[in-house]
């Protein structure tokens, strides 16, 4: 079974910066594409960043030019850098993976930006 564990949340104040990581690990088949998505309270899980096997990027508008996703496709794992953080972004951060066949989600990871 395929798993993903995620880590890098905690609390930050407005304006710092976080680094959420995750690492798939198990059987794979292939994954093209590795992301993040967050659900805030009261709000639909979105998309913040993908990145594909080729390195293409796709970003959440609220986030561009604060966020940065980085992948590597031998350790299958995904990263994304966040800074210049807002309140707003304080939500439960889901790691992503998609398979030609299957998608994984990690567990969640909290990020909390104080004002």
């Known amino acids: 079974q395929v798993q993903l564990v995620e880590s890098g949340g905690g609390l930050v104040q407005a304006g710092g910066s976080l680094r959420l990581s995750c690492a798939a690990s198990g059987l794979i088949f292939s994954i093209n594409a590795m992301g993040w998505y967050r659900q805030a309270p009261g709000k639909q899980r979105e998309l913040v960043a993908r990145?594909?096997?080729?390195?293409?990027?796709n970003y959440v508008d609220s986030v561009k030019g604060r966020f940065t996703i980085s992948r590597d496709n031998a350790k299958n794992t995904v990263a994304l850098q966040m800074n210049s953080l807002k309140p707003e972004d304080t939500a439960v951060y889901y790691c992503?993976?998609?398979?030609?066949?299957?998608?994984?989600w990690g567990q969640g990871t909290q990020v909390t930006v104080s004002s």
């Open positions: 990145i594909t096997n080729s390195g293409s990027t």
């Open positions: 992503n993976a998609n398979s030609p066949v299957l998608s994984y």
